[in-house]
C-alpha cells in the first residue's frame, strides 16, 4: 500500500492560505466545534451517518479529505496507522469530504476506503456546509476535539507530506497525547497543506 506516490505530487494543486500568523479565516482554537449531523458515510465498507453528537470518545479528530488529492493518498497510510494506534483509548477518527468532485462523492468513497482499507468513518457532504463552517481549505486538513468539543488543535498532520520517513513533528499525534493527559497542546495550529478544497460557486 506505500506506494511512492511523488509523481503525482508534481500534479497536486499545493494550496495553503496566504496570511500569516492565523492560517484558517473561519473557526480558531478554543472556540467550540461547530456542529454537524446526518452525513452519509461508510465504515467498514458499510453504510453510515455522521454526526458530531454521537461521538462518545473523549477526542475526536476531524479530517477533511479527498480521495482525488495525491497528497491525502500519500497521508492514507499514516491516517490508518494513526486510527489503529488510539483504538480502544478514547479517540474517534472521522473523514469527510466536501469537494464538487466525483471521486469525492459516496460511490467513489466507497471504492478507496475498500482499495485502501481505511479503517475510520468517512462521510461526504455534499452541502459543503461542513467545510465552510469550518473554514476548511485543504485536504488533508485537521482538526482536535477535547471532551467538551473545544476546538484544541487545527493544521497539519505532521512536518512532512512527501516523506513518513523524514518527519520530525508529529503536531497531531502529539496534541492528541497532551489531551489524553488533560494538558493543552503545546502546537495548537500549523499552515494546512494539501490540495485545495473546490467549493461551488454560489
Same mark, same amino acid.
Given at each position: 500500500?506505500?506506494? &511512492? /506516490?511523488?509523481?503525482?505530487? *508534481?500534479?497536486?494543486?499545493?494550496?495553503?492560505?496566504? @496570511?500569516? +500568523?492565523?492560517?484558517?479565516? !473561519? =473557526?480558531?482554537?478554543?472556540?467550540?466545534?461547530?456542529?454537524?449531523?446526518?452525513?452519509?458515510?461508510?465504515?467498514?465498507?458499510?453504510?453510515? &451517518? /455522521?454526526?458530531?453528537?454521537? *461521538?462518545?470518545?473523549?477526542?475526536?479528530?476531524?479530517? @477533511?479529505? +479527498?480521495?482525488?488529492?495525491? !497528497? =491525502?493518498?500519500?497521508?492514507?497510510?499514516?491516517?490508518?496507522?494513526?486510527?489503529?494506534?488510539?483504538?480502544?483509548?478514547?479517540?474517534?477518527?472521522?473523514?469527510?469530504?466536501?469537494?464538487?468532485?466525483?471521486?469525492?462523492?459516496?460511490?467513489?468513497?466507497?471504492?478507496?476506503?475498500?482499495?485502501?482499507?481505511?479503517?475510520?468513518?468517512?462521510?461526504?457532504?455534499?452541502?459543503?456546509?461542513?467545510?465552510?463552517?469550518?473554514?476548511?481549505?485543504?485536504?488533508?486538513?485537521?482538526?482536535?476535539?477535547?471532551?467538551?468539543?473545544?476546538?484544541?488543535?487545527?493544521?497539519?498532520?505532521?512536518?512532512?507530506?512527501?516523506?513518513?520517513?523524514?518527519?520530525?513533528?508529529?503536531?497531531?499525534?502529539?496534541?492528541?497525547?497532551?489531551?489524553?493527559?488533560?494538558?493543552?497542546?503545546?502546537?495548537?495550529?500549523?499552515?494546512?497543506?494539501?490540495?485545495?478544497?473546490?467549493?461551488?460557486?454560489?
Amino acid at each position: 500500500m506505500r506506494k &511512492s /506516490l511523488l509523481s503525482l505530487f *508534481a500534479l497536486a494543486i499545493i494550496a495553503t492560505p496566504a @496570511f500569516a +500568523g492565523k492560517y484558517n479565516k !473561519v =473557526v480558531s482554537v478554543g472556540q467550540k466545534a461547530p456542529d454537524f449531523s446526518g452525513i452519509p458515510a461508510l465504515m467498514n465498507g458499510q453504510d453510515a &451517518s /455522521l454526526s458530531l453528537s454521537d *461521538a462518545k470518545e473523549d477526542v475526536v479528530v476531524l479530517v @477533511f479529505l +479527498g480521495n482525488h488529492c495525491p !497528497v =491525502v493518498q500519500q497521508y492514507e497510510d499514516r491516517l490508518i496507522d494513526f486510527t489503529n494506534d488510539y483504538k480502544g483509548k478514547n479517540v474517534k477518527v472521522i473523514g469527510v469530504a466536501v469537494g464538487d468532485i466525483e471521486e469525492d462523492k459516496l460511490p467513489g468513497i466507497k471504492k478507496y476506503t475498500k482499495e485502501k482499507g481505511s479503517n475510520y468513518v468517512y462521510g461526504y457532504d455534499e452541502s459543503q456546509a461542513i467545510g465552510k463552517a469550518y473554514g476548511a481549505t485543504n485536504t488533508p486538513q485537521f482538526f482536535v476535539f477535547d471532551k467538551d468539543r473545544t476546538i484544541r488543535y487545527m493544521g497539519a498532520m505532521d512536518d512532512n507530506a512527501r516523506d513518513e520517513k523524514a518527519v520530525t513533528k508529529t503536531y497531531l499525534r502529539d496534541a492528541v497525547d497532551a489531551l489524553l493527559k488533560g494538558d493543552k497542546p503545546a502546537v495548537e495550529e500549523t499552515r494546512p497543506v494539501g490540495c485545495g478544497v473546490r467549493y461551488k460557486k454560489d
